[in-house]
């Protein structure tokens, strides 16, 4: 059984640029949650994606997006990147009605 | 809108001697409440759940709906508990899994 896998660990960027991060779930999960950790703060809740849709949003402008694949597996898209952009993305996996998580190590962005 | 707060960004304790790490929440509807730990160069993850009323590690945590809280408490901490703890809570609800409100954290440090 493999764990929650993101690639890549660190990115650098500047202002204006996009951004896409992968997330591959754990073996048999089939709901994929992001989530943003800037630094000294808890994680905070993006999105979630189920059977390749969107399923809940938080706080977050559109232009950060997603997609989930077939295989379970998902992306997160970040448009137009802000300074404010700067933060661990964390990509959490899980079956659909089950409340327990199991994240990934995260990757690391920093738009300068 | 739901929030939790977790007043202690900072913790530090002997070993041998009793933790409480405080969490409170607001919430409107009934919460599903969670502590989840990082340990150092590991990641996030589930300690326990409060549905499940389990003891983990020798922690335990209840719900009190009363006074919206749910702090983290061992009778005898060891140096390995020294990590960051983050509170988080859930909406109930199938498909409102999955999409938690973190706390800011408190990191625990357990002296020899």
């Known amino acids: 059984e493999t764990g929650v896998t993101q690639s890549p660990t660190h990115l650098i960027k500047t202002r204006g640029q996009q951004v896409t991060l992968r997330c591959s779930s754990q073996?048999?999960?089939?709901?994929v949650s992001w989530y943003q950790q800037a630094l000294g703060q808890g994680p905070q809740f993006i999105f979630q994606y189920y059977r390749e849709e969107e399923n809940g949003r938080g706080n977050f402008p559109p232009r950060f997006s997603g997609l989930q694949f077939p295989n379970y597996s998902s992306e997160l898209n970040v448009n137009a990147l802000e300074l404010d952009d700067s933060a661990l993305y964390l990509c959490?996996?899980?079956?659909?009605?089950?409340?327990?998580?199991?994240f990934g190590s995260g990757t690391q962005l920093s738009v300068l | 809108a739901q929030r939790v707060t977790q007043p202690e960004k900072l913790l530090s304790v002997f070993k041998g001697a009793p933790v409480e790490l405080k969490c409170n929440y607001s919430y409107s509807g009934s919460p599903e409440l969670f502590w989840y730990v990082q340990y150092s160069r590991q990641r996030l993850q589930l300690l326990l759940r409060h549905i499940s009323r389990e003891s983990i590690k020798g922690f335990t945590a209840d719900l009190n709906k009363g006074e919206t809280s749910f702090h983290l408490k061992k009778p005898f901490a060891q140096e390995e508990d020294s990590a960051m703890y983050y509170c988080a809570l859930g909406l109930t609800g199938g498909t409102s899994y999955g999409k938690l409100t973190f706390g800011q954290g408190t990191i625990l440090t357990v002296h020899p």
């Open positions: 959490a996996s899980s079956l659909q009605g089950s409340e327990k998580l199991f």
């Open positions: 073996s048999g999960h089939n709901t």
